[in-house]
């Protein structure tokens, strides 16, 4: 970002100089000028490129921090976020705690979101992307027999980071949050559905993530689309043949045998 760009309110007029600056570096990187966890320029050369002075660019950064937008590292710079901004996550927030939309609601719109999702990724996916792909493959990997409680959370905290990393892949930061939103909406739900629904699902779950990465591997657009589908579809296929089989003597969240039951991590 070694040039002028056209930014977004230049020319609102009566705001504060830092106002306007907060939301043109918030437009900026939205509109994927700055990708989550990426450095912004330095400060000299990113208040020549917006023509503010550092004052008030160092206000902005401020305000910027404190909504959750960029960390601020001592002696390394300032960073885009990736975790959701406090002032972005108060009506998620309040979704999260009503419990608002059911569960067959958001496996649609992350199967359609996913497909896009691994369609950007599989472009030009770095070597520590799948590095760190395969290392949730791994851990995923060791907990999939679900036994107990511990490997049930360790395995979706392990299914979880995969999607995640794939949204972070893509470089959208709207896409990184709302993927990270969709994550919690299905952990509330899978809490309830986990303890309903026993059967013997992350196994299959497993082999469709690993069919996930070799696409991404080879760098095959076909069969990135075609295993997320797949993926997707196989919890959709779980989620309509459990709805019909639930077990009273179940319901507490474990089998008779003490071991834990499982739901989809997706």
């Not at 990184?176 to 196994?203: C, K, M, N, W």
Request: hydrophobic share 35%.
């Amino acid at each position: 970002m070694s040039k002028r760009v056209d930014l977004p309110g230049r020319k609102n007029i009566g705001m504060r100089r830092s106002d306007e600056t907060f939301r043109q570096i918030v437009a900026l990187i939205f509109e994927g000028h700055f990708s989550p966890g990426s450095a912004l320029p330095p400060e000299r050369e990113l208040a020549e490129t917006l023509s503010i002075s550092r004052p008030t660019l160092r206000e902005a950064l401020n305000r910027l921090e404190a909504k959750g937008y960029l960390e601020r590292r001592s002696k390394s710079g300032n960073y885009v976020c990736t975790a959701i901004p406090t002032s972005v996550r108060e009506p998620i927030d309040e979704v999260l705690e009503k419990n608002l939309l059911p569960l067959t609601d958001i496996i649609d719109v992350r199967k359609i979101l996913e497909v896009w999702a691994v369609e950007k990724a599989v472009l030009s996916p770095s070597e520590d992307e799948l590095h760190n792909l395969a290392l949730c493959l791994q851990a995923m990997r060791s907990d999939v027999s679900c036994q107990t409680e511990e490997q049930f959370s360790r395995y979706r905290a392990a299914d979880q980071r995969f999607h995640q990393i794939l949204a972070e892949m893509t470089g959208n930061l709207l896409y990184v949050h709302l993927a990270h939103f969709l994550t919690e909406l299905v952990s509330r739900s899978i809490q309830v559905s986990r303890r309903i629904f026993p059967g013997d699902y992350p196994g299959s779950n497993l082999k469709r993530h690993e069919g996930i990465l070799e696409a991404l591997r080879g760098r095959d657009i076909d069969k990135a689309r075609a295993a997320m589908l797949d993926h997707f579809q196989q919890v959709e296929r779980y989620l309509s043949s459990r709805r019909t089989q639930r077990p009273p003597a179940r319901r507490a969240g474990v089998r008779r045998n003490g071991k834990a039951s499982d739901a989809p991590p997706a």
